[in-house]
């Protein structure tokens, strides 16, 4: 079964993690390569201008497969080299994958991101949470550390501290908390999350196409960048703006009192 749909309405794909009974595991081969072909495909359509992450039944992604990683097969089997090369080539693509995704992506938690479910979570731009989510890095607790980048990524989004908590105690956090701890922008009730999703998207959507990609790369570059680096960017990427249809769209909206109508051009 491929780990993942890819559904589109209107300018926004949805990306269904679904193995539902084995609540969403990932790490079996071709893992990788599934979601780099579902992320190229939304990389390569222009009229797409926002996707959410979501879970298929009662989880988001309760992480790696534990049964495999028990019985030394899959991604878990060979030496410690076989083992590090299917991190690198088939678990990590799947984080790649959606790292690089050009357009805003929402997570839509359902339930548990646990370990590598939670890395997914964290990838996302923007992160809205049922009432029955719980977050969990929970490696330290199978004698792993953690294998996905998550080291680099909580810290970003809860801060060093509490990562730190959350990595050093394999705690469980529940939504209340995750919202609390800025994980999540929001809480609703299970039947509402996705239509929440959606409506957040469909905002989301409402922005020029071009200068919506852009921004999410001024985003991630800004990470890295000092501030002069990220001033020139900033100069360099306006620029273009300037010359775009969008531009002169959403100047001529604002004077004239009337909602903008973006092409992407």
Known sequence: MLPLTLSTTNHIATLTLNRPDSMNALGQAGDGEAFAAACDAINANPAIRCAILTGAGRAFSAGGDIKAMRDRTGNFAGSPADIADGYRNNIHRILRALYGLRVPL??????????????????????IASTSAKFGVTFLK????????????????????????????????????????????????????????????????????????????????????????????????????????????????LIEKRAPDFTGE
């Not at 800004?222 to 959403?250: C, F, K, P, V, W």
Request: net charge negative; hydrophobic share 50%; charged share 20%.
């Open 106 to 127: 929402i997570a839509a938690i359902n339930g548990p991101a646990i370990g590598l479910g939670g890395d997914l979570a964290c990838l996302a731009d923007m992160r």
């Open 142 to 253: 199978l004698g792993l550390v953690p294998g996905d980048g998550g080291t680099w990524l909580l810290p970003r989004v809860i801060g060093e501290a509490r990562a730190a908590e959350l990595f050093f105690t394999g705690h469980v956090i529940d939504a209340a908390t995750m919202q609390e701890w800025g994980l999540v922008s929001r809480i609703v009730e299970p039947d509402a999350l996705l239509d929440e999703a959606h409506a957040l998207a469909e905002k989301v959507c409402a922005m020029p196409p071009a200068a919506l990609r852009q921004t999410k790369m001024m985003l991630r570059q800004g990470r890295e960048l000092s501030y002069e680096g990220a001033l020139e960017l900033a100069a360099s990427t306006q620029g273009l703006m300037h010359h775009t249809a969008d531009n002169a769209e959403g100047v001529a909206a």
